[in-house]
């Protein structure tokens, strides 16, 4: 059993940089990944970055690689999303999600958005002049 809470988000214009972070509470002993999530008005939600257990394992969809990173501080219980060179499109209220792992070893990458267990409830991040 996890809780989740973003935070971070707010406004920034195009090219700036701001940093998601995703504080877990509950079972957090256990194994688990955690995904950054996006969904902008009138559009389904989609996948931005996961990573596993350890900051050994991440995932980073197309139109975010190179300009994000994703990494977790296990001692804070927190997961963290970098994101550099915003552009308008990534306007969007971004939410952290949970999945409980079977083993450490396990790979985020190939779960979908249905299949996690946990969600926070957004952080907007607007990119606009």
């Known amino acids: 059993q996890l809780q989740l809470v973003e935070s971070g988000g707010g406004l920034v214009q195009p090219g700036g940089s701001l940093r998601l972070s995703c504080a877990a509470s509950?079972?957090?002993?256990?194994?688990?990944?955690v995904g950054w999530f996006r969904q902008a008005p009138g559009k389904e939600r989609e996948g931005v970055s996961c990573?596993?257990?350890?900051?050994?394992?991440?995932f980073y969809e197309e139109p975010v690689k190179g300009r994000f990173t994703i990494s977790r501080d296990n001692a804070k219980n927190t997961v963290y999303l970098h994101m550099n060179s915003l552009k308008p499109e990534d306007t969007a209220v971004y939410y952290c999600?949970?999945?409980?792992?079977?083993?450490?070893?396990?790979?985020?990458?190939?779960?979908?958005?249905?299949?996690?267990?946990?969600w926070g409830k957004g952080a907007l991040v607007n990119v606009s002049s």
């Open positions: 990573i596993g257990n350890s900051n050994t394992s991440t």
């Open positions: 509950g079972s957090t002993e256990d194994y688990y990944a």
């Open positions: 999600a949970a999945i409980m792992l079977d083993s450490v070893l396990t790979y985020c990458a190939g779960y979908t958005k249905n299949q996690y267990d946990f």
